[in-house]
Nanobody
Framework: QVQLQESGPGLVKTSQTLSLTCTVSGGSITTNSHFWSWIRQPPGKELEWIGYISYSGTTYYNPSLKSRTSISRDTSKNHVFLQLSSVTPEDDALYYC???????????WGQGTQVTVSS
């Protein structure tokens, strides 16, 4: 059973970089055909997909966030990282780490971590 746990600062200042870690257990992030994504949900809004990193290290980002987003990994620690630069209050959200299957379904989710951007 795969488990995901997000962690990172809950408060980030405007214009700084948001950095989150997803710790994966119960499975390797290099397992073939597994994809590890970040999704967020701003207050009162729908889920927004941020991007993913694949089992081979390939990344793909939401075009609307691509210029500010970087997703990376540490295979020795089974960690997946999210960095979002130049944050504004619009980036206030509950951030989730998910595992996607080869059919692109998000079959495992972390509990989410709230990030607030202060001015």
């Amino acid at each position: 059973q795969v488990q995901l746990q997000e962690s990172g600062p809950g408060l980030v200042k405007t214009s700084q970089t948001l950095s989150l870690t997803c710790t994966v257990s119960g499975g390797s992030i290099t397992t073939n055909s597994h994809f590890w994504s970040w999704i967020r949900q701003p207050p009162g809004k729908e889920l927004e997909w941020i991007g993913y990193i694949s089992y081979s290290g390939t990344t793909y980002y939401n075009p609307s966030l691509k210029s500010r987003t970087s997703i990376s990994r540490d295979t020795s620690k089974n960690h997946v990282f999210l960095q979002l630069s130049s944050v504004t209050p619009e980036d206030d959200a509950l951030y989730y780490c998910t595992k996607m299957s080869s059919t692109w379904s998000h079959d495992y989710w972390g509990q989410g971590t709230q990030v607030t951007v202060s001015s």
